[in-house]
């Protein structure tokens, strides 16, 4: 991580990022956090993820998001602490994102599961055979029922599918039965209401890619899940300020700040979504599962 700890720290004393202090007067910088963290991060991260190319991803993305060495870095830290222990790469892959969010004037790194993330980690159970979400376009072959002899089916037109109507997220388990949810355009847009940037961002540029995100997240609640995946749940969209290397002992009430405030900066995609959606219950949207 020494590498990482050096670029990082540059840029950050190019961007006149504010040094933040210890009790005893130290100066508290990026590299400061990012040397005192090195061992934790390298604990924290999975069998198949080395340091030294996670050091490489994090770096990529304070590249791509200058925005990110003008947070606190305690935020920062935060949020790659706690890819490092789900094992996600931030960035272009989709697992999650670090977003620069400005917190009541002080710029703050959120933590956003992305879509292809949650897929991940659902499927680490090792009890879901797959899992997908699509959107249903007005010329699409498109019926669904719910009971007994619930059924699902989807035939998308090859050409002039016209405008989308709805969106569903599948999902099929290892040992038989399945699972799915059905989001009218007007139920994404409820939760849509909830989000702080929903005129703005990739509500705007994105809805589609939001939507299908909402549809599985919707589902999430019956899926067979580790502590780990409804932990990232938990989190998501949130601010991260603990820096401890142990997910499973991590306490969202007392290390977690929810965001009240605005992006940064504009992203596209996964990268800035900001809904504020609350936690699916039974009866929420339409589900279906079916175990055999």
């Not at 990482?4 to 004393?13: D, N, P, S, V």
Request: hydrophobic share 40%.
């Amino acid at each position: 991580m020494s590498e990482l700890a050096g670029k990082i720290a540059k840029r950050g004393r190019a961007a006149s990022s504010p040094a933040r202090k210890t009790g005893g007067g130290a100066p508290r910088t990026v590299y400061d956090l990012i040397e005192q963290q090195k061992a934790e991060i390298a604990r924290a991260l999975p069998a198949h993820m080395t340091a030294d190319r996670f050091a490489r991803i994090v770096l990529t993305e304070c590249r791509r998001t200058p925005n990110l060495l003008a947070c606190t870095p305690q935020s920062l830290l935060g949020a790659v602490m706690l890819s490092a222990q789900l094992g996600l790469e931030p960035g272009p892959l989709g697992h999650c994102y670090l977003i620069p969010f400005r917190n009541k004037g002080v710029l703050e790194v959120q933590w956003i599961l992305g879509y292809r993330g949650m897929i991940d980690l659902a499927r680490r159970s090792g009890r879901i055979e797959s899992i997908v979400a699509h959107d249903v376009l007005e010329n699409d072959e498109f019926d669904f029922e719910y009971g007994l002899d619930e059924t699902l089916r989807h035939r998308p037109a090859l050409a002039g599918r016209g405008e989308a109507i709805a969106y569903y997220a599948l999902a099929r388990f290892s040992g038989g039965g399945h699972a799915f949810i059905v989001l009218s355009r007007d139920d994404v847009e409820q939760y849509r209401g909830r989000s702080k940037a929903k005129d703005s961002g990739p509500w705007v540029t994105d809805y589609d890619a939001m939507a299908r995100k909402t549809a599985i997240r919707r589902l999430a609640p019956y899926l067979p899940l580790t502590v780990e995946a409804a932990h990232a749940l938990s989190v998501d969209e949130a601010v991260r300020t603990d820096l401890g290397a142990e997910v499973l002992e991590f306490q969202p009430a007392g290390d977690v700040i929810d965001v009240e405030g605005e992006p940064a900066a504009e992203q596209s995609e996964e990268q800035a979504d900001t809904s504020a959606e609350a936690p699916a219950v039974p009866g929420d949207g339409q589900q279906s599962i079916t175990e055999t």
